[in-house]
């Protein structure tokens, strides 16, 4: 199953930045520091924890070049 297909498949449940970040290869805070930047939308929990809509995920993915759309 390609990415894009696992990501939809999550429907309507946020990522958190550990999972965001195993996609990318990147550390968990670079995730965050993303989504403080505006380059992907974070919805923020009322403890104040990013979380990652699915698509906006793939978005990014996509116009990163790491997947094709």
Known sequence: ???IAELSALGDRLMTPDE???LFRVHPTT???WAKRGHLRAIR???GLH???PSEV???LV???AVAS
Request: charged share 15%.
């Open 1 to 3: 199953m390609s990415i």
């Open 20 to 22: 965001v970040a195993r």
């Open 31 to 33: 995730v965050t520091r």
């Open 45 to 47: 929990t009322p403890g």
């Open 51 to 53: 979380r990652f809509p």
């Open 58 to 60: 793939v978005a990014l």
């Open 63 to 65: 116009a990163a070049g």
